[in-house]
């Protein structure tokens, strides 16, 4: 219960004269990104999205790289609705739209109402979130959101306590939920040295995954000092590759390296006949219809022959 006077937690909803009060359409952040930078890798390859971001959190977590939005008040800021972001995004000829940067479901409202409006107009539409939701406001937006990046921060609920003021088991609730529901997922683990890197903690989650879906793409991001763990080291690129052999060894079929430069980090490798079935770059990837090119493997893709983003692609010998 939020005390009359005062905002909640996420330093967004506030109680007004008794009455539970969100700002509606406030723009923090508006950019134009490669849907590859969420990062999805089996969604709309390629295409650009409009990434779209607000105030607030519901989580506190000390390597918050965007903490200059999501743990402050909301301040005065561009107020927009859910036309005009529907709007922007096919004047930019982007294919959907991004709520990300900070955390989407702290203005769920618009974000549902964004997501219905973009649906009416051609576009998809993109939620990089914690995951940190109760089932029935999740089970509702999965209706309206077509993919999903969640964070698993840790596979440890004392992580979750200790370096995020949360717990995990509605993060791996979220997960499951949109999986059961078919939504395109993809997951993000940033691997924080000397605190969530531990074989066995790998080990577990990679296998929470496979239990769940071993086709799931897990994208294990380098950690690089930040916000209130200004003090740790970058993650070593050593540490990245253990993560993604492990992930491999305990069945996972898509595995990826983020933040990281690295020679193969993005590629996608199908998992029948072990070749480069997508070569990435950055953000740059190699055109894909979803099958593999050499073997005619299924990757677990969302493509769209319509989706005009040549562009952005280019070709290998």
């Not at 779209?52 to 939005?69: D, F, H, M, P, T």
């Not at 618009?110 to 009416?120: G, I, N």
């Not at 051609?122 to 995951?131: D, H, Q």
């Not at 590629?267 to 029948?272: M, S």
């Given at each position: ?12 909803r ?12 406030n723009?923090s ?8 930078k ?10 650009y999205?409009?990434s ?18 999501s ?13 005009e ?14 709520f990300t940067?900070n ?5 769920y409202e ?11 107009n ?10 940190y939701?109760?089932?029935e ?25 200790k ?14 939920l ?16 000397g605190?969530n890197d ?5 080990e ?7 239990s769940?879906?071993?086709?799931i793409?897990?994208h294990f ?6 916000f ?6 970058s ?8 993560a ?9 079929k ?6 990281v ?12 006949c ?19 090119r ?8 969302v ?15």
């Open positions: 219960m939020i005390p009359r006077g005062k905002s909640g937690r996420c330093k967004v506030s109680n007004k004269h008794s009455v539970l009060e969100t700002p509606y359409g723009l952040s508006a950019h134009v990104d490669p849907v590859e969420k990062p999805l890798f089996h969604f709309h390859p390629s295409t999205v409009y779209i971001g607000g105030w607030g959190c519901n989580l506190s977590c000390k390597n918050c790289q965007n903490y200059q939005i743990q402050v008040w909301v301040v005065n800021s561009a107020v927009t609705s859910p036309e972001i529907c709007k922007r995004a096919l004047s930019k000829k982007c294919g959907g739209i991004a940067y955390e989407p479901t702290t203005w618009f974000m549902e109402d964004t997501a219905a409006e973009a649906r009416k051609g576009l998809y539409t993109v939620c990089v979130t914690n995951g939701i109760q089932k406001p999740m089970s509702e937006l999965l209706e309206y959101i077509d993919a999903f990046n969640i964070d698993v921060k840790s596979f440890s609920d004392q992580f979750y306590q370096y995020c003021g949360g717990t995990l088991k509605p993060v791996l609730e979220s997960v499951e949109a999986a059961e529901h078919k939504n395109h997922i993809e997951l993000t683990y940033l691997v924080i040295p605190i531990s074989h066995e903690e790998l577990a989650f990679s296998n929470w995954v496979r769940i879906n071993e086709r793409p897990v991001n380098a950690f690089h000092p930040c209130e763990l200004r003090h740790l080291d993650t070593p690129i050593s540490t990245l590759l253990n993604r052999q492990i992930g491999y060894d305990q069945g996972l898509y595995v990826y390296l983020g933040n430069n690295y020679p193969s980090a993005g590629d996608t490798v199908c998992p029948r072990g070749r480069v079935a997508v070569r990435r770059v950055s953000t740059r990837a190699q055109k894909t219809d979803g099958i593999c050499f073997c005619n493997e299924e990757l677990n893709m493509v769209n022959p319509k989706d005009n983003t040549s562009v952005r692609f280019w070709e290998y010998e």
